[in-house]
């Protein structure tokens, strides 16, 4: 009798409508199930049952997966049934909600703000963080009392990246770090929070919303430093929010030229009238709105208005497009392992330096029991450095007695960049089928990993005995370095063909001619080829410190977070790792966004470290803006883009002296390889699964490589000949094959 029942229950499972996509991951994730767990019970790949639950393209399962699955569906709903809706007059009863940081983490995006319900405010106490990276079940059915949040579905828990601030442990910012401000379709505005939840917001002004914001909303977040400042909350305006507040819902071209609307707009006199200051940037698209700070009151709100382009395209993708509750989830998972955004991802990534070393900290108490403020050692300090006149970019003041039309050659001037290098193809390579470019990972995050930079001001020495601990601008003569023949590692000397390699002391791999300016990474791979340096002349910082460390950490940590999250985990076997990192964005659009914002944080901090002038009438030796920053520091990014090109330099020569190849062309941390297959296990001398010491790794950690593109040899041939072009570098047009001009390098 019981086969017969066992068969009945196939049959009704084969035939019966399985719930939806949304409530398939509700119920896995109540149950504390991951993706890997269900796929490995009903025996499919973990991407099946991620097509099962998507919400936008849900995947409906077939044949006995469905039967087995819609079992595991029917008995999960019968320990989990869906919450129901709490009356608005019913007692008050205290229940557990995720904090910000893991709402900001939940598996979904949260529900389409016409889905929601009336507007009654639902808070629930604060639940402990998990100690372990797994999902939880956290069920937030509400307490209701007077005010203007509901909660609208079940979240999950999910454990934040080391480093994290757990926002759920500090009432003051119960809510999470932002909200996106929109008008739903019955004109109420609403503030779309981090893991679902929504806030009604009575504000009927821009300065009545700042001050809701301030006094009601609970928005922020905790410090990254003990002796920093907590973070200001965020509010992002949709275009409905900009009509509903009186501002326009794009900017002219005037305006967009000035970066603001103009100070006699009606908006900014409400504010002035109402006591309420800008910054010097104005109301933009990244505009700040502050009261001078009584005490350790927070007093100033972040406004983003992604119509006005403050959400970058070319890093934050179609963000700008998407609904607010979508908008709100990627912005949140951004904030919660990054931090709240300060402005674009360059600012914030210059922003999160400092957030993490604060330039001054209380110090102990005097005789009168009182505290100062003081220098944090490690930091930066609070007043700008000048820089050495070698590191000085073209214009600056130091430079301001030069001549007019002078150019400085490589004796005069630091020039430290990456790699933009090619050679024509041998014919040993042209007899090949395949051009394989590999990519390094967060490759300049890994440049400043350990990295000891200079913290305070240059100290300028005659005739310096090199010390490669030491950092700072070195005038060396290096052209002496013979490439055939160098020391690698601890193999001794390799011999190697010397016209197939760049040189490791220029950009564009050529050799240099005689005594020219370098960071002391790069003079320090020189020593560290077997050849003696004496430097001319140099500037050092005998103030040094690890002072990207943290900013490294911090952002590798997040990076990898959210690659885990799209299935692609660190220290996977390398055909797993090229197999999960195939349409790894596709699995979830959004959090592929946050990956390419956390891309462009690093490489848009570095490049914040040596702002040039942005307009405001500058004039060539005058200074800018840029320059009364502490974190105006050229020599920082030279060191770390120095020290990024010998890494992969050390990689490349590695991989000469054990294999014979030698790369075609080089963009950054993009290398290309002629190979005969199309993967680069083809070309990568992997032996058991182990890759070799000190050459290129596949993996998802910072450093490591993945796969590029892969293009046929007659594809770059035909380019070359097609532009007339012998050495076009074909690293930048290796991803997907299509060229464009080349006289623009686009």
């Known amino acids: 009798m019981s086969e017969l029942f066992d068969a009945v229950d196939a049959l009704v499972a084969s035939r019966a409508p399985l719930p939806s996509a949304e409530e398939r991951k509700r119920l896995r994730q109540a149950h504390g199930l991951t993706l890997d767990e269900v796929a490995a019970a009903l025996k499919v790949r973990r991407a099946t049952v991620s097509g099962w639950e998507s919400v936008k393209k849900p995947v409906e399962p077939r044949?006995?997966?469905?039967?087995?699955?819609?079992?595991?569906l029917n008995k999960l709903a019968e320990l989990y049934p869906v919450p129901a809706a709490t009356p608005a007059a019913a007692p008050a009863t205290h229940t557990s909600r995720p904090g910000p940081a893991e709402q900001a983490l939940s598996a979904g995006p949260a529900p389409d703000a016409a889905a929601m319900t009336a507007p009654e405010k639902t808070q629930t106490a604060p639940a402990p963080a998990p100690a372990t990276p797994v999902e939880q079940t956290a069920p937030r059915p509400a307490r209701t009392v007077k005010s203007s949040a509901t909660s609208h579905r079940p979240g999950t828990r999910k454990a934040a990246p080391a480093g994290t601030p757990a926002g759920d442990t500090d009432p003051r910012f119960e809510n999470g770090p932002l909200a996106v401000v929109d008008v739903d379709a019955d004109g109420q505005v609403l503030a779309h929070c981090t893991g679902g939840l929504v806030l009604d917001v009575p504000a009927k002004s821009i300065p009545a919303l700042v001050d809701w914001t301030l006094t009601e909303a609970k928005?922020?977040?905790?410090?990254?430093?003990?002796?920093?400042?907590?973070?200001?909350?965020?509010?992002?305006?949709?275009?409905?929010?900009?009509?509903r507040y009186g501002l326009p819902a794009a900017l002219t071209d005037e305006e967009r030229l000035a970066g603001r609307i103009p100070e006699d707009h009606k908006v900014i006199r409400q504010l002035a009238r109402a006591d309420w200051?800008?910054?010097?940037?104005?109301?933009?698209?990244?505009?700040?709105?502050?009261?001078?700070?009584?005490?350790?009151?927070r007093n100033c709100v972040q406004l983003c208005i992604p119509s006005w382009h403050a959400l970058d395209s070319r890093h934050w993708r179609q963000a700008a497009e998407l609904p607010p509750a979508e908008l709100a989830r990627i912005l949140g998972v951004y904030a919660s392992r990054v931090m709240t955004p300060r402005g674009s991802t360059a600012v914030?990534?210059?922003?999160?330096?400092t957030a993490l070393h604060p330039p001054t900290r209380a110090s102990e108490p005097d005789r009168a029991g009182k505290r100062h403020s003081e220098h944090n050692p490690g930091s930066l300090g609070k007043d700008p450095v000048d820089c050495a006149p070698c590191e000085a970019p073209d214009g600056h003041p130091l430079l301001a007695d030069l001549p007019r039309f002078h150019v400085r050659g490589p004796g005069e001037k630091l020039f430290e960049e990456a790699y933009d290098w090619a050679r024509p193809l041998t014919d040993a390579e042209c007899m090949c089928r395949n051009l394989v470019g590999i990519d390094v990972n967060m490759a300049f995050a890994a440049g400043a990993?350990?990295?000891?930079?200079?913290?305070?001001?240059?100290?300028?020495?005659?005739?310096?005995?090199?010390?490669?601990?030491l950092p700072g601008s070195w005038l060396v003569d290096l052209s002496h370095v013979d490439l055939s023949r160098v020391k690698v590692g601890k193999?001794?000397?390799?011999?190697?063909?010397?016209?197939?390699?760049p040189s490791p002391f220029t950009p564009k791999g050529e050799r240099p001619q005689g005594p020219a300016w370098y960071a002391t990474p790069t003079v320090a791979y020189a020593v560290e080829m077997g050849y003696e340096?004496?430097?001319?002349?140099a500037y050092v910082r005998h103030d040094n410190g690890r002072y990207l460390d943290g900013w490294y950490n911090r952002l590798r940590d997040a990076y990898l977070a959210t690659m885990a999250d799209l299935g692609v985990h660190a220290d996977m076997a390398p055909a797993d790792f090229l197999a999960a990192m195939d349409g790894y964005q596709e699995r979830d659009p959004q959090l592929a966004i946050v990956v390419s914002a956390i891309k462009a944080t690093v490489k848009g901090g570095l490049g914040k470290l040596r702002e040039r002038p942005r307009g405001e009438g500058w004039r060539p030796g005058r200074p800018w803006r840029a320059l009364s920053r502490p974190t105006w520091r050229p020599d920082i990014r030279a060191a770390v883009i120095s020290r990024t090109r010998v890494n992969l330099h050390r990689k490349i020569v590695k991989h000469a002296a054990f294999t014979g190849q030698y790369p075609v062309a080089i963009l950054s941390d993009c290398v290309v390889y002629a190979a005969d297959g199309t993967s680069p296990l083809d070309f990568l001398p992997y032996r058991d699964g182990k890759p070799l010491p000190g050459g290129f790794k596949l993996g998802v950690n910072p450093g490591l490589v993945k796969h590029e593109g892969t293009q046929s040899v007659l594809w770059g041939e035909e380019v070359r000949e097609r532009f007339n072009a012998p050495e076009l570098n074909l690293a930048r047009y290796i991803k997907d094959g299509i060229v464009t001009d080349i006289d623009n390098g686009e």
Request: charged share 25%; proline share 10%; glycine share 12%.
């Open 63 to 72: 044949g006995p997966e469905r039967e087995a699955y819609a079992r595991l």
């Open 277 to 297: 200051k800008l910054t010097k940037r104005g109301f933009g698209p990244w505009a700040r709105i502050y009261r001078p700070a009584q005490g350790s009151d």
């Open 348 to 353: 914030t990534g210059l922003e999160l330096m």
């Open 491 to 501: 193999d001794g000397w390799a011999h190697l063909d010397a016209s197939l390699l």
């Open 533 to 537: 340096v004496r430097p001319i002349e």
């Open 219 to 243: 928005l922020g977040q905790p410090r990254l430093s003990g002796p920093g400042k907590d973070a200001d909350p965020l509010l992002v305006l949709t275009s409905a929010a900009l009509e």
């Open 449 to 469: 990993n350990g990295l000891v930079v200079g913290l305070g001001e240059p100290t300028h020495v005659k005739a310096p005995v090199f010390d490669p601990k």
